[in-house]
């Protein structure tokens, strides 16, 4: 499992789209199964998280289980959000899966352009330069994840294939130092 991971509007789901395409890596477009949740229960409430959570892990177990490598976005909240990265994480390993943690950013600015993209409505995702600016505010999705490996791409000035690129170079420095 690869995990992308980094705030809202660096690129996660571009750079997954272009990395699934370039393997056999299957998309787990996580915004979907958030959507999915809203159609049951109230955005963000208590039910609505649980639901959410238990949906996620029980899709990356039968994922793990099939043998089945798969490209995960998050945006990680320290302190929030530990519990279910950590989760996410040991279902998959548990079950004989590789994790890859591949931390995103980019710069304010870039930031500011590209959380105003119109696909970002779409998948009720953060969108707006005045959004991001109150996110930022409260929550730090700059930081790395700790006690892990973590790939760090600055996609500021590079194309989602570069950053796609970039993994697969890693992916494959880590598969032959491994061997």
Same mark, same amino acid.
Request: proline content about 3%; cysteine-free.
């Given at each position: 499992?690869?995990?992308?991971?980094?705030?809202?509007?660096?690129?996660?789901?571009?750079?997954?789209?272009?990395?699934?395409?370039?393997?056999?890596?299957?998309?787990? $477009?996580? $915004?979907?199964?958030?959507?999915?949740?809203?159609?049951?229960?109230?955005?963000?409430?208590?039910?609505?998280?649980?639901?959410?959570?238990?949906?996620?892990?029980? *899709?990356?177990?039968?994922?793990?289980?099939?043998?089945?490598?798969?490209?995960?976005?998050?945006?990680?909240?320290?302190?929030?959000?530990?519990?279910?990265?950590?989760?996410? !994480?040991? !279902?998959?390993?548990?079950?004989?899966?590789?994790? $890859?943690? !591949?931390?995103?950013?980019?710069?304010?600015?870039?930031?500011?352009?590209?959380?105003?993209?119109?696909?970002?409505?779409?998948?009720?995702?953060?969108?707006?330069?005045?959004? *991001?600016?109150?996110?930022?505010?409260? !929550?730090?999705?700059?930081?790395?994840?700790?006690?892990?490996?973590? *790939?760090?791409?600055?996609?500021?000035? *590079?194309?989602?294939?570069?950053?796609?690129?970039?993994?697969?170079?890693?992916?494959?420095?880590?598969?032959?130092?491994?061997?």
């Amino acid at each position: 499992m690869i995990i992308l991971y980094g705030p809202p509007g660096v690129g996660k789901l571009t750079i997954a789209k272009k990395l699934a395409a370039k393997t056999n890596y299957k998309l787990f $477009h996580n $915004h979907l199964t958030t959507d999915l949740m809203t159609s049951f229960f109230d955005i963000w409430s208590d039910t609505f998280n649980v639901a959410l959570d238990k949906l996620r892990n029980f *899709l990356i177990t039968i994922a793990a289980d099939s043998n089945l490598d798969i490209i995960f976005t998050f945006v990680y909240e320290n302190g929030i959000k530990d519990t279910q990265l950590r989760q996410y !994480i040991d !279902i998959y390993e548990s079950r004989g899966g590789e994790v $890859h943690l !591949i931390q995103i950013t980019a710069s304010l600015k870039a930031l500011n352009s590209r959380i105003q993209e119109p696909d970002r409505k779409a998948y009720l995702k953060l969108y707006g330069t005045d959004a *991001l600016k109150s996110y930022l505010s409260k !929550i730090n999705p700059f930081l790395e994840v700790p006690g892990r490996n973590n *790939l760090f791409i600055d996609n500021t000035k *590079l194309s989602a294939d570069e950053a796609a690129e970039k993994i697969l170079e890693y992916l494959k420095f880590l598969s032959n130092t491994s061997n």
